[in-house]
Structure formats: C-alpha cells, structure tokens
C-alpha cells in the first residue's frame, strides 16, 4: 500500500508561483511512476504532468508546458510541481497519484492506482 500525502498549495495573485510537495510512504518509491492530476469544481479531473520512476521521462498537458516543472527526489520519496506564471484557470484541487512501473505519457487518471487527498490552489485575478 502507498500512502501520498501533499503539501504547499495555497492562495496567489495571477503570475505568482507556488511549489506543491508529494511525500510518500514506501520503501518502492524508486519503482513508482508519479502524476499530478487537478480538477476544478464542476469539472472533471484532468492530468497536468507526469514523470517516469528514474526521471527520464517526463510529460506536460498543454495548458501548463511551459510553466509548470515536475520533478522528484527517489531519496526523499517526494515529488514536486513547480508552478509559475500562474493563472486563475489554474485554481484546483491538485492530487498526487501513482503507479508502479511505467505508463508512459498518458495522463489519464484511471491508470493510476494510489492517490494523495490533494491541496488547494487558489489563483486570484
């Protein structure tokens, strides 16, 4: 079982920055491939990045290229998402999630099986 906790969501003025944490309690970490997944109220819950267990890989929807950045640290068993030059469409519930082995670039939610109770990101105009 893999337990995902997250951290560092919050509230921001258009064009700021935040920076949400995963931490998660297994000793696979390494083995896990990792996502962070968001969905807005009345919506249904899309994929925003995801990344391969050693890192090489990693995969962005459009609405985000280029000014989100996620990352991982196998160490610390923790996963990141930078989040710059934020917008207010931006303003979510985002969610951690994971999978052992690899998916490859989907972002589809239904390949991951373990997932974090998520954090608030709010973006004011």
């Known amino acids: 079982q893999v337990q995902l906790v997250e951290s560092g969501g919050g509230s921001v003025q258009a064009g700021g920055s935040l920076r949400l944490s995963c931490r998660a309690s297994t000793v696979r970490y390494s083995d896990l491939a990792m996502a962070w997944f968001r969905q807005a109220p009345g919506k249904i819950r899309e994929g925003v990045a995801n990344i391969s267990p050693d890192s090489g890989t990693v995969t962005y929807a459009d609405s985000v290229k280029g000014r989100f950045t996620i990352s991982r640290d196998n160490s610390q068993n923790t996963l990141y998402l930078q989040m710059d030059s934020l917008k207010p469409e931006d303003s979510a519930m985002y969610y951690c999630?994971?999978?052992?082995?690899?998916?490859?670039?989907?972002?589809?939610?239904?390949?991951?099986?373990?997932w974090g109770q998520g954090t608030q990101v709010t973006v004011a105009s």
């Open positions: 999630a994971a999978v052992n082995g690899w998916v490859g670039r989907s972002l589809s939610d239904v390949l991951f099986d373990y």
